[in-house]
């Protein structure tokens, strides 16, 4: 754009003479380009982190003409004249390999269209908040749009000082006093905002924008980039939204990606990006060269390839091969799936023949519609013949299952979504309406047949019975491959009971894992005929060849198991396998009068129980064991990441306790016993330090130690979706899984689970686990839960016990002193000494558990109160 000759003058930050002032040599240069309407302010955290000797990179942070502190040109330049300039001022710079580009808002833009000029210098690329491409079928942000407006542009933009302002507000938290002045600093009058105007108007909103052209010539240059990548992410940009991220991650497939819960445009302010760039540029040993992958077509490792042993023939086995079998046998006209009305008659089933050709069907309607391999399908469908019917559907399409059920609550619920951000959500009605109003992504295909107008509104394009019959006259017949074991399956969610929910991601090798883990632990196999009372274990049932009924109740609140519901499923198929959560199995004993004689007798005839989610207490199981006679009762560990990692029954728990009590099994005690890992897992321990952490990477497993719970086996998870930085923290011991629980073994090898590391408290001299005090005080039959927190800085801070008193307070605040007294003896017998105690008419509980104590925000309650607050409610 400029005539040869034209000289310009930069602003930019550059740390290299302190990295040369203090002997350091660069390990490379990160180029970071600053959007609209920032500045080169924005990269200070690299700037300074670059310097450090653990880690020396150069860090060249630019002002991009006509912005920041650098000169105003006077010109109008485009996204095109920005890439040129950014060239020609590396090259007056001498800057050559190996570069890692870092961009945020345009900048990216400008800093992707930088790097595809310059390959052989390029090392890699970080990206902040940006897009390349304005996805199909949406328009452009509202806040864009807005400036953009002929009446409100040059006003919102250049005149005022609005659109800074506006910026700077999307910060969260809200910047402080002295950040939001320096970012204003460059731009106080309108002179030296003309270019945070043109910037917002070479926005390419239509191809015959002068711009578009460039634009597109990155976007799709990008996808032949071969270098690493890592994306960072804040989903609550109302600018460059989640599904920019999912088009930049379309382009850039071996991308490492972390999204920061709850942080927003500006990310770089909200979160610390300084310490994930330079622990990810260590660990893709960034800097030792540039350009090795840079050309197109260039191979990105597989770090999923198979062993020689899983290569074998028969080796993997699908998740449906039971299924198929079962179809295809003698025994094909059996039922298969089922699912109970209220009034507890069998609503609905469908046969193992019946079963296996609704899936073929549906899979090719659904492929005829668009789902192929590597889509994510949200399903929002309780559990029973349609939820099963689509979930093995989707999974011989080889399409990603992402499933995050109501449990999360509404807010949790619409974050997991927008997280996952399904190429199609296929739901009932109710949580196409939530879709509807809370802007899900994903093409939407309801559960049932609608009504026209109801379609049109909710944006529905087809339904699961249209589907399945476009299927079936396309020929379902046609076999589908069996998937590669390595490819992605599903996306499942935690439980957010300790922060927001996460994506927890599997290949199919890893399902099919889980499958053979419960079938050889358990003995749950062909014929077995099973009552799931939770989602997971429903859609487990066809891949173990076993009956499956889900009982009429609400999955996403256990608590609404009733003993005549559990007894109406169980007669219904004969069972012999009942699944169900600690708070189930507590509203089943509360209802037992209701059940009828053929569910009790039913109910009598069960051979095997499972319960998890939550510690189950053996007074508990006592009384499930009168209702249940005949069952062996397990209570399981696991987690969502992995499906479960030790056993331990009844008769064991109660042989546990005894040698606690006596004493004569060294390390027995202090925490819930749970047993011994199941078929196919190792589990091990990271020793705690002083202050309560778990930083070691040396597994042990000798009795007594306390520390953060790892676990290995074949069915662990992939990595955490979308979540790069958690699945670093989660996998830094080599080979194991960071559980984020802790505990110890004693000395017969069983593990004892003491509570989680973030909850463990760090008094004065001493690092307090919650568990174990907890079962202590909840001895007491004053005493229906118990919850230990702390309060104060770490190091230091005060054990305080909560609990929910038997009668029920109606008032939370503190304890009544004889009860006070109480909870402090028992504490102290548990070696604990307790600061303060408070009582509660309920202490707060996850919502898909019903069981799991949210210990953090009881002790962000418990600080108010002893502050002096109104106690409230926790």
């Keep these: 754009m400029d005539p040869p000759g034209t000289l ?4 930019v930050l550059d740390n290299g003479p302190q990295i040369s002032r203090r002997g350091l040599a660069p390990a490379g240069t990160l180029l970071c380009v600053h959007g609209n309407p920032t500045w080169a302010y924005l990269w200070r955290t690299l700037l300074a982190a670059g310097s450090e000797p653990a880690h020396p990179w150069r860090v060249v942070a630019v002002d991009q003409l006509d912005m920041g502190y650098s000169e105003r040109t006077g010109t109008f330049r485009r996204l095109r004249d920005r890439i040129n300039d950014l060239g020609d001022l590396t090259d007056a710079l001498g800057l050559d390999g190996p570069v890692v580009t ?7 833009v400008v800093s992707l269209g930088w790097a595809l000029a310059h390959r052989q210098h390029l090392a890699g690329v970080v990206l902040t908040n940006t897009a390349v491409h304005q996805p199909s079928g949406s328009g452009i942000p509202p806040a864009l749009r807005l400036a953009l407006h002929p009446a409100v542009h040059r006003w919102g933009t250049t005149t005022s000082d609005a659109f800074l302002r506006v910026t700077h507000a999307l910060a969260r938290p809200q910047l402080p006093p002295e950040v939001r002045r320096a970012y204003m600093a460059p731009y106080r009058s309108s002179h030296r905002r003309a270019g945070v105007g043109n910037f917002v108007a070479d926005i390419p909103t239509e191809a015959s924008h002068p711009s578009f052209l460039a634009l597109r010539a990155v976007a799709e240059g990008v996808r032949g980039l071969r270098v690493p ?28 990606v972390h999204r920061f819960e709850g942080a927003g445009h500006l990310v770089a302010e909200d979160r610390d990006i300084a310490a994930p760039v330079f622990q990810w540029l260590a660990d893709h040993a960034v800097g030792t060269h540039a350009g090795d992958h840079a050309a197109s077509g260039a191979p990105i490792p597989d770090a999923g390839k198979p062993t020689a042993a899983e290569e074998r023939p028969g080796a993997f086995r699908p998740l449906w091969s039971e299924l198929d079998e079962q179809a295809a046998g003698p025994g094909g006209d059996e039922t298969a799936v089922a699912e109970m009305s209220p009034a507890g008659a069998v609503s609905r089933l469908l046969t193992w023949r019946q079963l296996g050709w609704s899936i073929a069907e549906l899979a090719a309607g659904l492929r005829d519609a668009g789902v192929g391999s590597g889509s994510r399908v949200s399903l929002m469908v309780p559990p029973g013949v349609d939820l099963t019917v689509a979930l093995y559907a989707c999974l011989r399409l080889g399409a990603v299952v992402v499933v995050a059920d109501a449990g999360l609550g509404a807010r949790g619920l619409s974050r997991a979504v927008k997280g996952a951000a399904p190429d199609f959500l296929i739901g009932i009605d109710r949580a196409l309406a939530a879709a509807a109003a809370l802007g899900w992504p994903g093409r939407r295909i309801s559960v049932q047949e609608l009504p026209e107008v109801r379609r049109r509104i909710l944006g529905v394009e087809a339904s699961l019975a249209a589907l399945a019959r476009r299927g079936a006259a396309l020929g379902a017949g046609r076999p589908l491959p069996d998937p590669d074991p390595t490819a992605p399956a599903a996306v499942l969610f935690t439980s957010g009971s300790t922060g927001p929910a996460k994506g927890v991601a599997y290949t199919h090798r890893q399902l099919s894992a889980m499958r053979n883990t419960v079938a050889q632990t358990f003995g749950i196999r062909r014929g077995a005929r099973l009552v799931a009372g939770f989602a997971p274990f429903a859609l487990l049932g066809p891949a173990l060849g076993a009956v499956s009924v889900t009982p009429a109740m609400d999955v996403t609140a256990p608590r609404t198991l009733t003993a005549r519901a559990l007894g109406d499923a169980a007669a219904a198929i004969e069972a012999t396998v009942v699944f169900a959560s600690p708070a189930a199995l507590r509203n089943v004993l509360a209802t037992q009068d209701g059940v009828g004689a053929a569910g009790r007798e039913a109910l009598e005839r069960v051979e095997l129980l499972l319960s998890a989610g939550a510690p189950v207490p053996e007074p508990l199981l006592a009384e499930v064991q009168r209702l249940l006679p005949r069952a062996s009762l397990h209570t399981p560990y696991g987690m969502t990441e992995a499906l479960p990692v030790t056993d331990i029954s009844l008769e064991q728990i109660q042989a546990a306790d005894v040698d606690a009590s006596a004493g004569t099994v060294p390390g027995a005690g202090n925490g819930v016993c749970v047993g011994l890992p199941v078929h196919g897992a190792r589990v091990a321990v990271v020793p705690l330090a002083a202050d309560g952490s778990a930083h070691g990477s040396h597994p042990v497993t000798e009795a007594g ?14 990595a955490y979706d979308r979540l790069w930085l958690t699945q670093r923290e989660s996998s830094s011991v080599p080979g194991w899984h960071r559980t984020g629980d802790v505990g110890h073994f004693d000395a017969a090898g069983r593990l004892w689970v003491e509570g989680r590391l973030a909850h463990v408290v760090t008094a004065p001299g001493a690092v307090v686990t919650p568990v174990g005090v907890e079962q202590a005080i909840e001895r007491l039959d004053c005493v229906r839960l118990a919850a230990i927190a702390g309060v104060g800085p770490a190091g230091t801070q005060a054990v305080v016990a909560v609990v929910e008193t038997s009668p029920q307070t109606r008032s939370a605040g503190p304890a009544a002193p004889r009860l006070a007294a109480r909870v402090r003896e028992a504490a102290r017998e548990a070696g604990v000494a307790v600061s303060a105690v408070l009582a509660v008419p309920a202490l707060p509980t996850d919502i898909r558990h019903n069981a799991k104590i949210d210990r953090t925000r009881l002790s962000r309650w418990a600080s108010r109160v002893l502050a002096g607050g109104r106690p409230g409610k926790p």
């Design 229 to 256: 990548a890592l994306l960072l992410w804040g989903p609550r940009d109302p600018v460059f939204s989640d599904r920019y991220l999912k088009d930049l991650i379309g382009r850039l497939p071996h991308a490492d």
């Design 705 to 718: 130690v306390t520390g953060e719970i790892l676990v290995s086996a074949p069915h662990v998870k992939h």
């Design 102 to 108: 870092v961009g945020h808002d345009w900048g990216g």
């Design 8 to 11: 310009r003058r930069w602003h």
